[in-house]
């Protein structure tokens, strides 16, 4: 996606026992969270900055075009405003 260092927040929850734990990248047009836990698929919406947390309209990905072909995971992504 061609981001810089500052361009974007990297977080992970570990989850517990009951649930699976999530990455989520945001930057400040794009909220991408992955899961274990939810069907293999990768969450993707638009939002306003880092501190939106809600975003646009929820899409989704399979996490297997992810692995397999990145840059065109990462030009959906880009398509998805």
């Not at 899961?35 to 929820?58: A, F, N």
Request: net charge positive.
């Amino acid at each position: 996606m061609g981001l810089k260092a500052k361009q974007y927040d990297l977080r992970f929850n570990e989850g517990g026992v009951a649930v699976w734990g999530e990455v989520t990248l945001h930057t400040n047009t794009h909220y991408i969270q992955a899961s274990k836990g939810y069907r293999d698929l990768v969450l993707v919406r638009t939002c306003k900055d880092r501190k939106d947390c809600e975003g646009g309209v929820k899409r989704y990905l399979h996490v297997n075009l992810l692995l397999s072909e990145p840059s065109a995971f990462a030009q959906q992504v880009v398509e998805i405003a």
